[in-house]
């Protein structure tokens, strides 16, 4: 497995060796030691996984210190554009963000620290999204930035008049009005 820095500093992209043959393929998708080596430790706690169709956009989303959440991201069936957003105050990152192509043929996986919204728009007709994390959800943190902040710039790469939004991600909120991270004590 290759563990690649993206151009965000504590963003990776997580790229597995594929050994395909008639048969099909076999990868690992998650190998810890590497992982830590290369990174640091993360103590997963929880597998999730959504199917949504062509055009869903779901993000940005984040939640607040205690509950912040690391999430290693990767699409099982279909494509979508994963987006990360630095939301860590004092970061000379604030404000910018990270867009990859997840695919069920490229297996590509995203790490998203704690500290960092995510998003991820449907590129093909459905997408099934898997992705573990290493605190639980809460409610009452949880916090939403628009998916088109013109201060984050984001290039969804999709019509707008096309995109399937919920209530929580139209009303989200701008990042000049969000709740931040300190860059220290994510992990405390």
Same mark, same amino acid.
């Given at each position: ?17 594929? +050994?395909?043959?008639?048969?099909? /393929?076999?990868? #690992? ?14 103590? +997963?706690?929880?597998?999730? #996984? ?40 004092? !970061?000379?990152?604030?404000? %910018? ?10 297996? %590509? ?14 590129? !093909? ?11 639980? /959800? !809460?409610? #009452? ?5 628009? +998916? ?7 290039? +969804? ?29 994510? /992990?405390?």
């Amino acid at each position: 497995m290759n563990i690649i820095e993206s151009p965000l500093a504590d963003v990776f992209i997580l790229e597995p060796k594929v +050994w395909g043959d008639d048969r099909g /393929y076999f990868f #690992e998708s998650y190998r810890e030691d590497l992982l830590t080596k290369a990174v640091r430790k993360f103590h +997963w706690v929880q597998d999730n #996984e959504s199917k949504s169709s062509k055009g869903v956009l779901r993000g940005l989303h984040y939640q607040l210190p205690p509950f912040a959440q690391s999430k290693l991201v990767r699409v099982i069936h279909g494509t979508v554009l994963d987006v990360a957003v630095d939301i860590r105050k004092g !970061s000379p990152n604030f404000g %910018k963000h990270f867009a990859i192509e997840l695919s069920e043929e490229n297996k %590509k996986q995203l790490l998203i620290p704690r500290g960092f919204a995510h998003g991820f728009l449907v590129l !093909s007709e459905t997408a099934i999204f898997s992705y573990k994390v290493d605190n639980y /959800y !809460s409610k #009452e943190s949880e916090r939403s930035i628009l +998916w088109d902040d013109p201060t984050i710039g984001i290039n +969804w790469q999709f019509p707008v008049t096309e995109l399937v939004l919920s209530e929580k991600d139209r009303v989200g909120k701008l990042i000049s009005e969000v709740d931040l991270f300190p860059l220290k004590d994510l /992990y405390v």
